[in-house]
């Protein structure tokens, strides 16, 4: 096989933006996001995936407070695991169909993946990954009220939930990964960033209420697996500076420097691209070569450099 690449898939590839977000219509756009992951099976990568769960933690988390005058409510720790195996298996079942489709016998295993954090990483008490639906301002004004919720406007009257989001320090069961990885398995992990968790004073791990940022956790991914590259899928087809101005402008090639320089000059928006950005350039501080930032739709025309933004080291 020849290069090795980890494809992050943003939590909306699966339950996009305004849609209903039914299992049935998960499975539907799952199965059409894997028609992009195969253009990879059919170059030959060695493949790992990682998918955020944003929309689908949050709907659990709201599901939990509706039934808990019946049944406890389970932490949020626990929610992310939950929505790791369902999202697991829905990408795990898509593919394999795929690959028979294709009469392409690879087999496609999910790991349940747990992340170290710090226990007193700053980021638990300052909520700030969106997680659940988007609502207008007088919805999230009740709900702030009403249920205390921590929220904060993602887009013009486009408000959403917030929680904490640890930085990732370390991910169990790396090297297992990492094996059936070069074997030729594709393998599914730290889906929704992994589960944080924390050694106690006994050196027990302990989990924690947070939902780890998925692309962060995809850049710690790739340096285990000594990853070329790293595609990190969301809904936008490349990036741009000036983003929704009347200066935009896309940005397909383009390197570290001028990445960097960007950053500083406050083109990427903190809780939407800002988090893919930092962590590509944690991915290339490494042994990355490239990574590639886009959509479902533009996935071939990425790999072959026409489409997307792939960001490399001067």
Not at 101 to 124: G, K, M, P
Not at 233 to 240: C, E, G, L, M
Not at 266 to 283: C, D, Q, S, V, Y
Not at 287 to 310: D, F, P, R
Request: charged content about 25%.
């Amino acid at each position: 096989m020849s290069k090795t690449v980890l494809i992050a898939l943003g939590g909306n590839a699966i339950s996009p933006k305004n849609t209903a977000g039914t299992i049935k219509d998960q499975f539907s756009h799952t199965r059409e996001s894997l028609k992009g992951i195969m253009h990879f099976v059919n170059r030959d990568y060695k493949i790992g995936i990682t998918h955020g769960n944003g929309p689908q933690v949050g709907d659990e988390l709201r599901r939990n407070e509706v039934a808990s005058n019946e049944i406890p409510q389970l932490p949020l720790g626990i929610l992310v695991a939950n929505t790791q195996g369902a999202i697991g298996y829905m990408i795990q079942q898509s593919l394999q169909n795929a690959l028979h489709q294709q009469n392409i016998e690879r087999e496609v295993v999910s790991f349940i993946s747990q992340v170290r954090v710090d226990a007193d990483d700053l980021a638990l008490k300052s909520p700030a990954k969106y997680i659940g639906r988007r609502y207008p301002a007088n919805e999230a004004e009740k709900f702030q009220k009403e249920l205390g919720w921590k929220m904060k406007e993602q887009e013009p009257d486009e408000w959403r939930r917030v929680v904490p989001s640890p930085i990732p320090k370390y991910l169990f069961n790396g090297l297992s990964i990492k094996n059936l990885i070069d074997f030729g398995t594709i393998v599914i992990a730290s889906g929704g960033g992994g589960i944080p968790c924390f050694f106690d004073n006994e050196g027990n791990l302990e989990g924690v209420d947070g939902v780890i940022d998925k692309d962060m956790s995809a850049a710690l991914l790739g340096r285990i697996l000594k990853a070329e590259e790293l595609f990190i899928i969301t809904d936008v087809n490349n990036i741009f500076i000036n983003f929704k101005q009347q200066s935009e402008k896309p940005l397909i090639q383009t390197t570290v420097s001028e990445i960097k320089k960007c950053l500083a000059e406050g083109h990427f928006k903190r809780g939407t691209m800002e988090p893919k950005i930092r962590a590509a350039l944690n991915f290339l501080k490494y042994h990355g070569e490239k990574v590639v930032i886009t959509s479902i739709n533009c996935i071939e025309g990425a790999i072959e450099g026409t489409q997307g933004t792939t960001i490399r080291n001067d």
